[in-house]
């Protein structure tokens, strides 16, 4: 499944929304939060990422490549051990 040039700002996403094998390509998340979201195969690829946060998600399987973002949610991606090879920062 695919999202199409979507901007979410100041949006909680919930356990609730199940994002697994979605791809979020070219979306743009501003101070979104990402709580206890299933995130399995998941695809933030060519996406923007400013002050997102992975609250009790699983972000080690996630797809980041070419993705842009703050530093702030790459240090919080880094420390929970996601794959950031390509990314870059804003």
Do not use: C
Request: charged share 25%.
């Amino acid at each position: 499944m695919h999202a199409l040039k979507t901007v979410f700002t100041i949006a909680p996403i919930s356990r609730d929304v199940i994002w697994k094998d979605f791809h979020l390509r070219g979306e743009v998340f501003n101070q979104t939060i990402f709580e206890t979201s299933s995130l399995k195969r998941a695809s933030f690829r060519n996406a923007t990422l400013n002050n997102v946060q992975f609250r009790l998600s699983d972000v080690k399987k996630i797809d980041f490549d070419g993705t842009i973002m703050d530093k702030l949610t790459y240090n919080f991606l880094k420390g929970s051990k996601a794959e950031l090879n390509n990314v870059t920062l804003i």
